[in-house]
């Protein structure tokens, strides 16, 4: 049970670049998110996925894409990098018996 | 909007020492859910605690409980017999019954003096 895994760790992009992160649960969750954590600012939502099939906006939406490709995954992709989103990025997911989040690794984010 | 706020960005404690982390917030919901987590250097977020707000019990897990003052909108984190790995930044983190965002705060950064 690996729980919350994400892919990669770490990632250096050039302004403009895209790519996407990978994010995976095996715990037969219903909820997946994407967080952007930056210093002095916690956790910001980007988008959820409430159930497979469905996405909705967060708090900070804007320049990013989501897609629930199925239960178990969620990705997050980046069209056109921007310095501005150089942060550490987090998905978690949670079923709804217990309400808490379980959280991945995380994936550190540099756009020069 | 539901808010949530850590008025301490940085705490300090000596080994074995108690201190407590506070954390207020903003809603006019009646059920919902309050979390702590710990993020240690290793940047994993690590549930500590959970409190059920239909519950008037504090939650406690070992050397960590919760002091919720539901009226005050108040959810303080209290650590016992502080020890080093306990050293981290701490969120507090909010849910509304029946919804799916989580509100998180802006953190307390925690440091135990050997």
């Known amino acids: 049970n690996a729980g919350v895994t994400q892919t990669p760790k770490f990632q250096v992009l050039k302004t403009g670049q895209s790519m996407t992160l990978q994010c995976a649960q095996d715990?037969?969750?219903?909820?997946m998110y994407w967080y952007r954590q930056d210093p002095g600012m916690g956790l910001r939502l980007i988008y959820y996925s409430a159930s497979e099939g469905t996405t909705d906006k967060g708090e900070v939406p804007n320049g990013y894409n989501v897609s629930r490709l199925n239960k178990r995954e969620f990705s997050l992709r980046l069209e056109s990098a921007a310095p501005s989103q150089t942060s550490v990025y987090f998905c978690?997911?949670?079923?709804?018996?217990?309400?808490?989040?379980?959280f991945g690794p995380g994936t550190r984010l540099t756009v020069l | 909007a539901q808010t949530v706020t850590q008025s301490q960005p940085e705490m300090s404690v000596q080994e074995a020492e108690t201190v407590t982390l506070s954390c207020t917030y903003d809603t006019s919901e009646s059920d919902y859910y309050l979390f702590w987590y710990k993020q240690p250097p290793s940047r994993q977020m690590i549930l500590v605690i959970r409190?059920?707000?239909?519950?008037?019990q504090n939650a406690t897990e070992n050397r960590f409980s919760v002091n919720f003052q539901k009226a005050a909108k108040s959810f303080s984190l209290k650590i016992s017999d502080s020890q080093l790995g306990d050293a981290a930044m701490y969120f507090c983190a909010y849910k509304a019954s029946g919804t799916y965002k989580y509100i998180f705060g802006t953190g307390t950064r925690l440091k135990v003096l050997a």
């Open positions: 715990m037969n969750h219903n909820s």
């Open positions: 978690a997911s949670n079923g709804q018996s217990y309400n808490e989040q379980f």
């Open positions: 409190q059920e707000a239909y519950k008037q």
